[in-house]
Every structure is written in C-alpha cells, then in structure tokens.
C-alpha cells in the first residue's frame, strides 16, 4: 500500500515518519525538481506499506514548488507516488490553523487517515476537541489521537491504516481545489474565504477552548536588539570552532587510516597498473570522500537542534532585514558561516532555506567564503613572500595579510550576491510569510535522522563524481604521452645529482620528473602562456591543475615538482626551493607580486571537485556547478591579474 | 480609528479590517488570518522589520511592506 504523509509545517509530520519507519528511509529528489523526497517503509502482518513524507505546506493551491509537487502527484492518478491513501497529520493544538489543508486534502476521493498530534499539548493548554462530533463531520476517514514527539500512536495509527473506510466522494466544499494556476487571485481569495468560514463552523462545534498564544519569554530575549545578536553570535561562533577544530581529529584518523590502507593494498597486491588505480586511484579518491563525513555530522547535528527547537525561524527574524537586500535569506548566515570552515556541509545547510532563489543564491557564493583548505596555501605564500614583522610595534603584518584574505573573500561573496540578485529570475513573489514555531526542546532521534540522512546523501550522491574525478586526476598525473615519464626517470639517473643524492633523494627526483612529464605537466606547460599575465611559471600551472582536487594539494603538488620532502607541517625545505627558484630574466619567479597575485587566485577559484559535485547534487543540474565553475574562474583571474599589474 | 498593520505598536489590541493584495489575502487566510481577525504584534525584529502577530496561537512573521498592505483598526482594551 502506497502512503502518502501529508500536514502543515510544524506538525511533528517528520517525528511522526521517522517513528513509522524508523531507519528504513531513503532520501531523493522528486522528478525534475529540487524538491525533497522522503519515502521509506513498514511492514505489519506481512504488509508492507510504502510512505512518502511529502514537503510541509499550507495548502494545495500551487504557488511554491512544494506546493507544486503535492498538488501534481495528487491530482493524477497515473502519477507514480499516487497514494491508496492519504496519511494527513495536523496539531491539535492548533487545530483550526490546520484545518485548511485538511479539508482540501479531503476534496480528494481518496481513503484518508487523519491524525490529531500532539495530543498532549493541546491538553496542556486546555484545548478539547470532540473527537466523536469530528467522526460525524468526516464520517468516511478515520480519525486518531497521537503524540508522535514523545513516540506515541504508532500502533493507533497501524490499526487505522488496517481498517480504511470507503469514500463517499461527498468531499468538504464538494470542489477539489484546482491545480491550475491560472484562475484568477480573486476567485481563489473568493474560495479560501468560503472555506475558511466553513471551517470555523466546524471548529465551533467541535473546539471548546480556543487558542491563547502563551509567548515564551525566550523570545524577547532572542529577538532583543543586543542580546539576540550576541546569543546567535555566540551560537555560529561554538558550531563554527567545533566544525573548524575538533572535526580535525577524526578528520586527521579518517586520512591516517586510507593512507595506511592504500599502503597495505599496493603490498600485498602483485605491483602493476591494477595496483596503483587500486591504491593511487581508488582507496585515495574513497578517503577523499570519507574525509567530509566529520564535518558535515557536527554541521547538521548543530542545524538539527535549531531547526527542531525552533530557533533557527527566530534567526530569520532577526537577520532578515540585514541579508534581504542582498538577495539572501535570514537562513543564509548559516551555510555562508559553515564555508568558513568548508563549503560542502555549507551548501548542503543551504537546504533550510525554502526560497529558491535565495537558497540559489546562497550556493553560488558559498565557495567563496575562505574555506579551511585554503589555510595550508596561504600560510605557504605569506611565509613566502610576506616578511615577518610588525605595524606599529604590535601588528603582525603577515596576520594581517591573512586577515586580508578571508576579508576579501567575505567581500567578494556578498557583492556576488548582489550581482546574482539582479541576474538571476525567480517567478515567486517576494512574500515572507514564516511561521515561528514554538519553542520546544529537540528530539534527539529527530535530530540524529537527519544527520544519517545528509552523511548518507554526500557520500552515495556527490561521493560518486568525487571519486571519478580524483581517479581521473590520479590518470593524468601518473601517466604521459608515449614513453615520456620513464624517459624522463631515465634521463634523471645519468645526472651528477642523482648520483650524489640519497635514497629518499633519489626517490622524491624521480617523482618530479615522473609529474612534469605526465599529462598534467603537459597540460601546465600549454597553459603557461594563459597564466603568464598573472606572474606564473608551469610550475604553479601543474599545481593549480593537481590542487582541483582539493586546494591542499596545491602544496604537496609543489613538493613533488621541487623533489624536497618536509617533515610534519612546516614547508620549510620547500620554501627554501621555491625562494631560490629564478625566471628566464634572473628575478625571483616568486616575487611579492607574484605571490600575493598567487593568493587573491586561491581565494576566488572554484579549485575544489567536491564543492562541484554537491552543488550539482544540491541543484539537481550540472547548469549551476559550471556556471559557478565559470564566474569564479573569471574573477580569480581577472582579480590576480590586476593583483599582479598593480604591483609590478 | 483605521491604521495599517506595519503602524501598530508592540502589544496593541488590533483587529484586520481588510487586506490589500488578493495574492497575499488568500496566502493569509490558508495560514489562519481572515478579515475580523482579533491579533496584536507579538514581537518586532531588531531593525523594525520584520513583525511577528498572533494569529490563534500560531505565530507569523511577515515583513513591514507586507503589512503596509493589511487595514486595522485598534480596539479598546480591557
């Protein structure tokens, strides 16, 4: 039997889902649309029953793309979510609100299971609703009582599922709402009130006690022009130092354990082309996805408990204001923060925002935002070309160089934005119509859900290009045309270096040849000339193809192609090759203006497969990756270039 | 004594006489507000915009322009 879970926002709908199915979810994409699916299953007495948890909305009229979806699967029958019935779930504490979707779900003819949740707040709150008048009203559904938070009703809800009524095809307005959009906003605000009326009869014969909002005082306290700044400030700033930090050690444990499994493989594997794809390729391109998976879990354990506690709607409230004419949503400040630290888990937080052209948006700049991948680069051109010392007596100048850097990546964002705002089309009215959802503590198993449920989306949906990229690259880096790299470890043996040097030496010199003859240094040797404006060599060519992969490798690709080899995290040994490192003229190839130009290219380039795969993953289209791809590429050059004029 | 929303004070017993916007009428009415509403604004954003009424124990948040569009009128409260 094919369910369909149906509700308003805020009705516990999700915590009602995940206790019918508990792990048995998957998450997707409804066809063509960007728009979450999330369907699992049941089974009862050798039933299975198939349910799809659709998006949260508060009517059927066809304004949003959520609203689309629902009202295209359930006006056609041919649809394949096409439900036997419909699961619809309102809060009983809320009764009257929730009511309008209710009774155009309704209309449909199709067998229904309406849901009173939270049954015990509205209890709380003295509201009491006549179950036995509402059976009469709607005498051809069934009708139960639960309290899905506190995980109660799943059996009611079974039994009722087993026990559908016939429909009488009488309907509530006796209409099924249209899904044609067409009809004219005054006949539609005509038939809503005609609705509406209806459904305060109803609720007059059925509700005793109405509503009283009792405002939670914490709501004064984190809407308050002072303290609700700091306390959301104080919030990014513990999710942001737990994602920049401490997702380091299991980060640092996941990169150990592929490298010592690469190792173990390439041993016990007869060595050939099958051994390096497996331990070169593979295993690498595997843990290069696996990496993500520390900082992406805390992320959205973080994002989990302000959305379930409610918080995350009053962060709208306050930031609306602010980020609005920056073509943003309130909900922006979230993934733009998270970028700060890396951009995956950015984008993929960029789901809370419901608009989609502010949550277009909000992707598109994200990449841009210094993520903490840049770090091992920018640390290795300012101790490059920044000398050490101080402004006035106490300011660190290569910290402020630092400081410069993420500054202009922040700047760079928001005034992308604003372009993006005026380019970009978007059919929904700019309405911002947003429910604040009380304020309650989270669930946890909730909370815990939706984690899983990312992790399990990064790693089968953006995992699958990272990998075939990183294999890719792993291609082009090992091998070159004809016997090139084995005649260039030849030629490399015969000189007086080789011979006087050790073995680590002698390793790391046949690495280098091995990279600047293998397709990727044919290609940074091709692209010299297009990057020779910006004041670079094939050098910085072949490290700015490899560094695709992930921005880091920038500086291993460098020590491959010096053949110097530091030990723990200081570059110093690469350094000082690249200090000694001349043009044809006799000048220092890295000159300030050549490495700070090498910097400003770092923090605009989209130098990152990962960020690509997932936003293709996030837009559902590979339009938005490539246009991202293009932008930031003409501005990484167009700026460094500049950058490089100015200064020579 | 007929206002408009987005002039009403924090607090204020109010009633919805009428709104402007047929498009943004019906939005309010699935979301629970219809002419003859009795509501008050429940919290006001740092910055004055956005607003947040009570609309029978649900809480919306709607933005200055938004509510420029909506008539009310005070009531005397008890």
């Known amino acids: 039997m094919k369910i369909a879970l149906l509700g308003n926002p805020n009705t516990g709908k999700s915590s009602l889902f995940n206790l019918l199915t508990g792990l048995r979810q998957q998450v997707g994409n409804f066809p063509g649309v960007t728009v979450e699916k999330k369907s699992g299953f049941f089974t009862d007495n050798n039933q299975k029953f198939d349910i799809v948890d659709f998006p949260g909305t508060y009517s059927l009229d066809p304004r949003s793309l959520d609203e689309q979806v629902v009202s295209k699967v359930l006006s056609d029958p041919q649809n394949p979510d096409y439900p036997d019935l419909i699961l619809a779930v309102v809060d009983a504490s809320r009764l009257e609100n929730n009511l309008f979707l209710f009774t155009q779900l309704y209309e449909f003819n199709i067998p229904m299971v309406l849901v009173l949740n939270m049954w015990d707040v509205a209890k709380k709150q003295g509201i009491q609703i006549d179950i036995e008048k509402l059976k009469q009203l709607f005498p051809d559904i069934t009708i139960v009582a639960t309290n899905a938070r506190l995980g109660l009703g799943k059996e009611r809800i079974i039994n009722a599922l087993n026990t559908v009524k016939k429909r009488n095809g009488k309907g509530f307005m006796g209409v099924a709402p249209s899904s044609n959009n067409a009809i004219d906003d005054k006949i539609k605000r005509q038939e809503a009130k005609l609705r509406k009326e209806k459904i305060e009869i109803v609720i007059n014969e059925t509700q005793t006690k109405s509503n009283k909002l009792k405002q939670s005082r914490l709501d004064a306290f984190f809407v308050h022009p002072l303290w609700g700044y700091l306390f959301f400030l104080s919030v990014l700033l513990v999710m942001f130092q737990f994602i920049f930090s401490f997702a380091a050690y299991p980060m640092d444990f996941i990169d150990g354990s592929f490298g010592r499994f690469a190792h173990w493989m390439s041993n016990i594997l007869p060595s050939g082309v099958l051994n390096d794809l497996i331990s070169e390729g593979i295993i690498p391109g595997i843990g290069g996805v696996v990496i993500f998976v520390p900082q992406i879990a805390l992320l959205f354990f973080f994002i989990g408990i302000l959305e379930e506690t409610g918080y995350l709607s009053r962060v709208v409230f306050i930031m609306d204001r602010i980020m609005r004419p920056l073509g943003l949503n309130g909900k922006s400040v979230v993934p733009l923060m998270s970028s700060l630290a890396c951009a995956i888990p950015g984008v993929m937080s960029a789901r809370t925002i419901s608009n989609w052209k502010e949550r277009l948006i909000t992707i598109l700049i994200a990449p841009l935002m210094s993520c903490s991948a840049r770090i091992p680069v920018y640390t290795l051109l300012i101790a490059l070309v920044i000398p050490e010392g101080y402004l006035f007596g106490f300011i660190n100048i290569q910290g402020i160089v630092l400081f410069g850097l993420y500054f202009l990546g922040i700047l760079g964002a928001l005034l992308t934005a604003l372009v993006l705002k005026l380019l970009i089309r978007s059919k929904s009215k700019g309405f911002m119509l947003l429910e604040l959802p009380a304020l309650k503590p989270p669930r946890w198993a909730d909370v815990f859900t939706s984690v899983l449920e990312k992790v399990k989306i990064f790693i089968f949906d953006a995992g699958k290009i990272i990998v075939a990229i990183s294999i890719v690259l792993w291609f082009l880096a090992s091998y070159g045309p004809g016997n090139s790299i084995n005649n260039a470890r030849e030629n490399i043996r015969k000189t007086a270096d080789y011979q006087s040097a050790d073995k680590e030496e002698k390793k790391n010199l046949e690495s280098s040849a091995g990279l600047k003859h293998s397709y990727i240094g044919q290609l940074g040797q091709i692209i010299e000339p297009i990057i020779a404006p910006l004041g670079y060599d094939w050098k910085i060519g072949i490290s700015l193809i490899t560094s695709f992969a992930a921005r880091e490798v920038f500086v291993g690709s460098l020590s491959t192609i010096y053949a110097v080899q530091d030990e723990g995290d200081e570059p110093t040994k690469l350094i000082d090759s690249m200090r000694k490192e001349k043009r044809a003229d006799g000048s220092p190839t890295y000159s300030l203006a050549a490495g700070i130009s090498l910097m400003v290219f770092y923090v605009f380039a989209m130098q990152c497969m990962s960020t690509v795969a997932i936003v293709k993953r996030e837009t559902q289209s590979w339009k938005w990756p490539l246009t991202q791809f293009a932008f930031m590429g003409i501005m990484a050059y167009a700026f460094s270039w500049l950058t490089y004029v100015i200064l020579t | ?78």
Do not use: N, W, Y
């Open chain 2, 1 to 78: 004594m007929q206002k408009r929303l987005s002039d009403c004070l924090l607090g204020e017993a109010i009633e919805v006489l009428s709104i402007e916007d047929d498009f943004m009428a019906t939005k309010l009415i699935e979301m629970g507000m219809t002419e003859h509403l009795k509501t008050k604004i429940v919290l006001i954003a740092p910055l004055g915009d956005p607003i947040a009424i009570d609309i029978k124990g649900f809480t919306l948040s709607l933005r200055i322009s938004e509510a420029e569009k909506i008539l009310v009128k005070k009531l005397s409260q008890h």
